[in-house]
């Protein structure tokens, strides 16, 4: 099992910016691609952005722009920088992560507004 826990959520203006921590541990050898996803009341869950172990990243248009995504594989670590805020991305954020299945972390609330 991979056990994933976020960090660096919380209340923040719009416009404002926060930075967003997940860490990988457990049965970690093999993790493909990890990402961001985020799921705001009365919505589906949507992905966000996600990067390849080579660095390769997607990013969901909404967020293009503002929102960078990076990892550090040997600390098996993946960053979400979020910047410019806004009311609409207002959500509970999940980090995800590939190793034939997908395996989540608990969430953390990142909440825009003033």
């Known amino acids: 099992q991979v056990h994933l826990v976020e960090s660096g959520g919380g209340l923040v203006q719009p416009g404002g910016s926060l930075r967003l921590s997940c860490a990988a541990s457990?049965?970690?050898?093999?993790?493909?691609?990890m990402g961001w996803y985020r799921q705001a009341p009365g919505k589906e869950r949507e992905l966000v952005a996600v990067?390849?172990?080579?660095?390769?990243?997607t990013y969901a248009d909404a967020v293009k722009g503002r929102f960078t995504i990076s990892r550090d594989n040997a600390k098996n670590t993946v960053i979400l920088q979020m910047n410019s805020l806004k009311p609409e991305d207002t959500a509970v954020y999940y980090c995800?992560?590939?190793?034939?299945?997908?395996?989540w972390g608990q969430g953390t609330q990142v909440t825009v507004s003033s």
């Open positions: 995800n992560a590939r190793r034939g299945l997908s395996f």
């Open positions: 457990g049965s970690i050898f093999g993790i493909g691609a």
């Open positions: 990067v390849t172990p080579g660095g390769l990243t």
